[in-house]
């Protein structure tokens, strides 16, 4: 079974401009999450996708959004990129919880996306 | 607020030897799960354990242990006689249930850096 991919695997961007990173989930998973691993502030939690529709956000500006598509592949776009957005963005990916007393799926993590902006 | 607090931030040991990687967590809510994550040098985060609320039974797999105390809110991780592969970031992690039943979030703690010498 194929586990979560992200592309591209690095990518470099001056400041200014806008980065797209995409994120392919397991097959049968339905949830994307969007973390961002800089260096020194541990991971914090951007954005969450559950079939189609964002779920949650977290303490970023709205210049960090995103999308999920129906096939649930999903988007993090970036625009206006500044120096301090340089890291590593991880996307995550679970299946849907229908339960609501039911078990809490682990995320399971692509290897990233390391986006430096000079 | 939720929080996961990983006080080491690094941890230098000798093969074999014994190392606890300490976590203690903050939640309001009665149910919450608990995590760890390892993340090697490649960058991807491994899924370990999840923990939830209501289960303080101690887990042991292979050379890996966890200790979940509620009374001091501890998830404690433990590896016996570490090898060095085992090098790498652990992260806990915490995650709340939301109204609604799907699981929010997970909340990282700042990690803890394991070198394993040999």
């Known amino acids: 079974e194929a586990g979560v991919t992200q592309s591209p695997t690095h990518l470099i961007k001056t400041r200014g401009q806008q980065a797209t990173l995409r994120c392919s989930p397991i097959s049968g998973h339905t949830s994307v999450y969007w973390y961002q691993q800089a260096l020194g502030l541990g991971l914090q939690f951007l954005l969450w996708?559950?079939?189609?529709?964002?779920?949650n956000r977290g303490n970023f500006p709205p210049r960090f959004s995103g999308r999920q598509f129906p096939n649930y592949s999903s988007e993090l776009n970036v625009n206006a990129l500044e120096l301090e957005d340089s890291a590593l963005y991880l996307c995550?990916?679970?299946?849907?919880?229908?339960?609501?007393?039911?078990?809490?799926?682990?995320?399971?993590f692509g290897n990233g996306t390391r986006l430096t902006v000079t | 607020a939720q929080k996961v607090t990983q006080a080491q931030t690094e941890i230098s040991v000798v093969e074999k030897e014994d190392v606890t990687l300490d976590c203690v967590y903050e939640?309001?809510?009665?149910?919450?799960?608990l995590f760890w994550y390892k993340q090697p040098p490649s960058g991807e985060l491994v899924f370990l354990i999840r923990r939830n609320s209501f289960d303080e039974q101690n887990e042991i797999s292979g050379r890996y242990s966890w200790n979940f105390q509620k009374s001091t809110s501890s998830f404690n991780f433990t590896i016996t006689a570490s090898q060095v592969v085992d090098s790498a970031v652990y992260f806990c992690?915490?995650?709340?249930?939301?109204?609604?039943?799907?699981?929010?979030?997970?909340?990282f703690g700042k990690g803890t850096k394991l070198s394993v010498k040999p």
């Open positions: 995550a990916t679970k299946p849907h919880d229908r339960d609501r007393w039911g078990v809490n799926s682990p995320l399971h």
């Open positions: 939640t309001r809510d009665t149910t919450y799960y």
């Open positions: 992690a915490l995650s709340e249930r939301n109204y609604g039943g799907s699981q929010g979030n997970l909340i």
């Open positions: 996708y559950d079939e189609g529709e964002e779920r």
